[in-house]
């Protein structure tokens, strides 16, 4: 009897070292196959991300357009109260041409965007306002408007088309931006000149191909990172005699 249970107990250590090295490449064979499985997906999101991103500032784009259309001007880049204090971005103010109406309808706009009487519309996350290749917060936006003193968002003040007179197909409105310079998508906050002048090589981009931009007329372009420093100062201003020669 002790010799059968010594017997049982004496697995061949080879075995086990068979048994084991069977099992790796069991596994080894399994992570190949969902890679390689998994490749052509990721090779296909991007492109799509990246047309998703160019379809959200097209709806932007119309959205700014009709608001013009409505109001005989862009809106600010934000709203300001009796003490020069900001209240509420631009993103808010065209949320009803974003067929976002019965949010905006809730808005108090007399107080601020992060004042608790205007907390449950942040809460509500407008998908638009955010790339899909972005690894913001949901509630943060990936698009900034650039305020410039001669650009089309200059703080407060308003600016029609007739005041772009170097062409609304050579001047820029909006911008996208990585997770690091996002923004609360109601927060007064946005680009500024030094951060669109300081796009290189080294950026972080959430699109390989550049950074994807909103024109005043409507349309979209990629800015690629090596754009030489004049060209993007001269999408930047609304009457500087200096739109980039075709």
Known sequence: ??????????????????????????????????????????RTREPARRSQCRNNL???????????????????????????????SWRTLILPYMDQGPLYNQL?????W??????????????????PSSAAAPDQTSYLAILAPNGC??????????EIEDGTSQTLLVIEVDAAHAVPWM??????????????????????????????????????ADMPAAERVAMLTIAGNDAKQP
Request: charged content about 20%.
């Open 1 to 42: 009897m002790y010799t059968s249970r010594r017997r049982q107990r004496s697995v061949p250590h080879e075995c086990r070292q068979a048994l084991t090295l069977i099992e790796l490449l069991v596994c080894l064979a399994i992570i190949a196959v969902v890679v390689a499985l998994l490749l052509p997906v990721t």
């Open 187 to 224: 927060s007064p906050a946005d680009a500024d000149r030094d951060l669109f002048l300081s796009l290189d090589a080294n950026s972080k981009l959430l699109h390989s191909r550049g950074m994807t931009a909103l024109m005043a007329d409507g349309s979209i372009h990629t800015l690629p």
């Open 114 to 131: 992060d004042d608790p009487a205007n907390a449950e519309v942040f809460k509500s996350h407008v998908t638009c306002y955010r790339c």
């Open 58 to 88: 097209k709806q932007i784009g119309l959205a700014l357009h009709n608001y013009h259309d409505t109001h005989g001007s862009f809106p600010p880049a934000y709203t300001v109260d009796s003490y020069g204090n900001r209240l509420h």
């Open 108 to 112: 108090d706009l007399s107080k601020p």
């Open 153 to 162: 968002f200059r703080g407060s003040t308003t600016t029609t088309i007739t």
